[in-house]
């Protein structure tokens, strides 16, 4: 995370941002979504395993969540100085369309959904799958959001864009 913070420094000039009412609005969603995942026990009686409590499932989950981290990583530093953690269009802003991106529009939460679930499957419990699906909810408000300000700054060339790349998954979604 400080890594990742660190970095912001060295972003672009903003010139324009989504309002704080849309911030907050998927940022609790997203909220909501971290703390399931992240303690399972606040369900109560939905706290149950869907997976064995096994050094396999565990070792698994932290595999696939080290990858959508690293994902996410490589995903941050190619977009370089336009990434912002709230939706924006930045001073000279520039469609980005190499590495991660050539494969989805939003590679950051691939990256970050694949953690989610790899974070899931090492605690094996319900809550935590329930909490990959409201954290893939939260990031489908706010990557939305980013295709209307993209569509806007750049016109025919996102809307192309957007029809050759999927959105989270490729060749899916």
Not at 16 to 41: H, Q
Not at 54 to 68: C, F, K, Q
Not at 77 to 98: P, Y
Not at 158 to 171: F, K, Q, T
Request: proline residues 4%; positive net charge.
């Amino acid at each position: 995370m400080a890594v990742w913070m660190l970095a912001a420094f060295w972003s672009r000039r903003t010139v324009r941002r989504e309002s704080l009412k849309r911030r907050m609005a998927y940022g609790a969603v997203l909220g909501l979504g971290f703390i399931l995942l992240f303690k399972p026990w606040s369900l109560g009686p939905l706290n149950v395993r869907f997976l064995p409590d096994t050094l396999t499932t565990a070792l698994t989950g932290l595999v696939i969540a080290a990858a959508g981290v690293g994902f996410a990583f490589w995903a941050r530093f190619t977009l370089g100085r336009n990434w912002s953690s709230a939706v924006t269009v930045k001073e000279d802003h520039r469609l980005i369309q190499r590495g991660p991106y050539r494969a989805v529009r939003h590679p950051i939460y691939s990256g970050f959904l694949l953690a989610a679930l790899g974070t899931a499957i090492g605690y094996g419990k319900l809550p935590c799958m329930i909490g990959v699906a409201i954290v893939f909810l939260g990031f489908r408000i706010k990557w939305r959001m980013e295709e209307r300000f993209m569509e806007e700054q750049f016109g025919a060339e996102y809307l192309e864009y957007r029809r050759e790349v999927r959105a989270i998954v490729p060749g899916l979604l």
